[in-house]
Structure formats: structure tokens, C-alpha cells
């Protein structure tokens, strides 16, 4: 009996989906150590607080405001006695926004950042997640965070710390807010899909312009929405270049605009909006060479670029 070519394809649909469960059922019976270990402990409580070496508090918790003291260029402290249940206890992530941090296992220096280095331009620390690996004997010791402000507006900002191994850190991270990367990637995806049809198929096409300008919005609001994710470090340790990226991206965004509005509706004050919108580029470059210079930083100028650009819109 011949079988037709319809028939034949589903008996080795079949005959490869049987073969395949039965393989998977036959590894499944191998006992393997999971990749992904349970969920970072968080030292909330328990915290004493010290500020230039006067006690302040000894039964501090996290997260919180202090919004009592000013401790801006002052060494903050928080000492803890470090837990013995934790299982898989090799790493600490410790979330700062401060100049310089220093991390100690009973006196001893495990982890030190200084973000303020000699023959930087750019004080900028940033809001930065510091990972330090512990001693293998550190249970039932005497955990140090040490760290100095460089601002008021942080000074007093305390974040949690996270006791555990690094994958499960780095897990922790991505369910805080892994889903803002992921639709941030694929908004980069896309924009880089329509500028290839684009530069590929539509050059001769009135729509041409229209998706160059559209590939660059979707440019600029993926670049805003990944630049805003902590998860980010699983990939890219210097969260600094993040700030640029957003940066860049809420200056550039009113060009892609303009330019999308302009092609598609044929404004006749197109000519004018296209002019106009030059000084957000040129308002980016007057404030980065402000900024290497020590006059201001891209901090102070968030808020006012962002009423700015609505203002703009809203004319748009």
C-alpha cells in the first residue's frame, strides 16, 4: 500500500513528537541541580544607622527617606550582623545613588566605588547597583555599608540590600522591571526593521521619508524605556551610559517627530517647525559641554527639558 504525501507527513509528525516525549521523559529522570536558585533575601531590618560616627538609630529599617538629617558629604553608615539561614550566601547587591560606597565584612574590606575619581569631568554616580562577593565564612559576621552623599536630594535616600547568590540577584532585577527592558527591545527591534525596509524597498516610495522618521521615533522610545530599566545590568554594567541614552533620546525624540508630521501632512509651516525643533539638538550639545565643564548636569536639566519638550508637542 502507498501511502500519499499528505499521509506520509503526518505519520512522521507523529512518529517525531512521540520520539520526542519519550526522550524528554527519559532525561526528565535525571536529578540536576537547578540553574536558578530561590529568591534574594532582603536585609530590611535589624540596620544601625551612623552618620560621621555618631549613632543615630539602631533598629533602622529599609527601604526608606530620611528626611530629618541632612547628610550630604557626610560618611553614612549601616552595620547589621550578617544572617546565618540564608542559603547560597556569596553575593551582596547593594542599590545607591551616593558618590563613593564602601562594603566590609567585619572590618574588612570586601567591595569600594568611587564615583567622583580623579580626571573625570562628569561627578555624575548615578543611581548604580553595586554587587560584592562575600567570604565563604561571612554568616554571623558584622556586614559595613559605608557611603557619602554628593547631593541633598539623595542623601537621605536608602534602598534595599539583597543577600543571596548572583543569579538569583540578577533574577531579582529582571522581575522588578525586566518587562520594561523586554518591550523596550523589541520596540529597538522594530525600529531597526522599518529603517532596513525603508533604506531597502521604499527609497523610490513617497512613504520613504515618512518611515526613516517613524524607525526614529521608535529609536527614541526605546532608547527612553531601556535607559529606565535597573534590569538592565544583567547586560550593561556602566548604568551611566544609560543616563546619556535617555538623554539623547528626549532631545532627539521632537526632531523624529517634526519629521514624521512633516512628511506625512505636508504642513505648510514645515519649513518653520523644522527650524524650530533644531534647538532641542543644539540645547543637547550646549548642556553636555556645560555639564564637562562642572556647570550643571543632565539631573538639573531633566525637568525643564521635559516641560520643554511637552510645550512643544502640545504646539506640534
Not at 531590618?45 to 550630604?72: A, C, H, K, Y
Not at 521619508?209 to 547586560?235: D, H, K, N, Y
Request: overall charge neutral; glycine content about 6%.
Amino acid at each position: 500500500m502507498i501511502f500519499s504525501r499528505r499521509t506520509t507527513r503526518i505519520l512522521l509528525a507523529v512518529l517525531f513528537l512521540l520520539v520526542l516525549m519519550a526522550t524528554l521523559a527519559d532525561f526528565s529522570a535525571i536529578s540536576l541541580e537547578r540553574v536558578w536558585d530561590p529568591d534574594s533575601f532582603s536585609l530590611r531590618d535589624g540596620w544601625t544607622l551612623s552618620i560621621d560616627g555618631e549613632e543615630i538609630d539602631t533598629d533602622f529599617t529599609l527601604p526608606t527617606v530620611l528626611r530629618n538629617r541632612d547628610t550630604e558629604g557626610k560618611v553614612v553608615t549601616l552595620s547589621r550582623l550578617i544572617p546565618e539561614e540564608v542559603p547560597h550566601m556569596n553575593s551582596l547587591l547593594v542599590r545607591l545613588s551616593q558618590r563613593t560606597a564602601r562594603i566590609a565584612v567585619d572590618g574588612k574590606t570586601v567591595y569600594t566605588y568611587d564615583g567622583n575619581l580623579e580626571g573625570r569631568r562628569i561627578k555624575i554616580p548615578g543611581y548604580i547597583n553595586h554587587f560584592a562577593w562575600l567570604p565563604d565564612d561571612a554568616a554571623g559576621k558584622m556586614l559595613t555599608i559605608s557611603s557619602i552623599s554628593h547631593s541633598s536630594r539623595t542623601s537621605g535616600v536608602f534602598h534595599e540590600v539583597f543577600l543571596g547568590s548572583r543569579v538569583s540577584q540578577l533574577g531579582a532585577l529582571f522581575r522588578y522591571d525586566g518587562f520594561s527592558l523586554v518591550v523596550g527591545i523589541l520596540i529597538l527591534m522594530t525600529a531597526f526593521v522599518v529603517a532596513f525596509l525603508a533604506l531597502m524597498l521604499f527609497r523610490r516610495l513617497e512613504v520613504f521619508q515618512s518611515a526613516l522618521a517613524f524607525a526614529g521615533i521608535e529609536f527614541c522610545a526605546a532608547l527612553w524605556i531601556i535607559g529606565g530599566s535597573m534590569s538592565t545590568q544583567l547586560f550593561l554594567h556602566n548604568q551611566l551610559i544609560l543616563l546619556v541614552a535617555g538623554v539623547v533620546a528626549m532631545f532627539l525624540l521632537p526632531v523624529f517627530l517634526t519629521w514624521f508630521v512633516s512628511s506625512m501632512y505636508h504642513l505648510p509651516q514645515s519649513r518653520v517647525l523644522g527650524r524650530i525643533v533644531l534647538i532641542f539638538p543644539l540645547a543637547f550639545i550646549i548642556v553636555s559641554v556645560m555639564q564637562l565643564l562642572g556647570m550643571t548636569t543632565y539631573y538639573s536639566i531633566l525637568t525643564p527639558g521635559a516641560i520643554a519638550l511637552f510645550v512643544y508637542l502640545l504646539v506640534l
